[in-house]
């Protein structure tokens, strides 16, 4: 694109399809000292704007600014790190969100007084065990089932889950491909139509599975059935 336009020519909508679209480092960096916050947000956004650009975007005085660095994968781990103390909630929701923020950053998180902050937390795959334990005696029951749900979950804190007084955190535990399988094993003997659900489609269930829930199953539930056609026949391990 070429980088002698003249931005300042251009309508503000015009401007930031142009922007978002936009490859050149050096146009990027022209327009990221832009009067215009909404300019400036969209230059953060974009996954081509350089580190150092991002870096200095992170201390902008408007908050949709620093929203846009800290959604950027493109921000560095200390631009991040940074942005995880902000004293905007948005700000921190989207650090937690973001798939390049560091394991020691998402622990430090790990008790952010805001309830999506730490849901985000939850949900990121970086996340590690010492945060996922500290988040799985959150009181939030979607913060705990989310928890659950998580691949580096330990199985420690998944026996754990696994006797929650909430059916949804329990069978969340049963969805876990990480799950114990004396832990499944267990869970397929509960009748609920959502743990069912969670127990058959499993890649751990195998025929012992299948026995159990078949002796309370009475009804059709398509991941039990799926299970069944494995083992009707006697082709399933």
């Not at 922007?19 to 081509?48: F, G, Q, Y």
């Not at 660095?69 to 004293?87: H, P, R, Y």
């Not at 799950?179 to 890649?203: G, Q, T």
Request: charged fraction near 30%; charge should be positive.
């Amino acid at each position: 694109m070429n980088v002698s336009i003249d931005w300042s020519k251009i309508g503000i909508r015009k401007k930031v399809c142009m922007i978002e679209a936009l490859t050149d480092t050096n146009a990027l960096r022209k327009l990221s000292i832009d009067p215009d916050p909404v300019v400036r947000a969209t230059v953060a956004a974009n996954k081509h704007t350089s580190a150092l650009d991002l870096t200095l975007l992170a201390s902008d005085p408007v908050e949709k600014v620093r929203i846009a660095v800290a959604n950027n994968t493109g921000a560095t781990i200390t631009v991040l790190d940074k942005l995880s103390k902000d004293e905007s909630k948005d700000v921190r929701r989207a650090v937690a969100k973001n798939k390049r923020t560091s394991t020691k950053t998402l622990l430090s998180m790990a008790y952010d007084k805001d309830f999506y902050v730490r849901y985000n937390i939850a949900k990121n795959r970086r996340a590690n065990k010492e945060t996922l334990t500290i988040l799985s005696k959150n009181k939030s029951e979607d913060i705990r089932r989310t928890v659950a749900e998580h691949p580096n979950t330990p199985e420690e804190v998944l026996n754990k889950l696994a006797k929650s007084s909430s059916w949804l955190v329990r069978a969340s535990v049963a969805c876990n491909k990480n799950i114990p399988f004396s832990l499944l094993k267990e869970l397929a003997k509960e009748k609920d139509e959502y743990m069912v659900r969670c127990v058959a489609a499993n890649p751990k269930a195998d025929r012992e599975i299948y026995e159990i829930l078949k002796s309370h199953v009475n009804r059709y539930i398509f991941q039990f059935e799926q299970l069944k056609k494995r083992f009707e026949n006697n082709t399933g391990a």
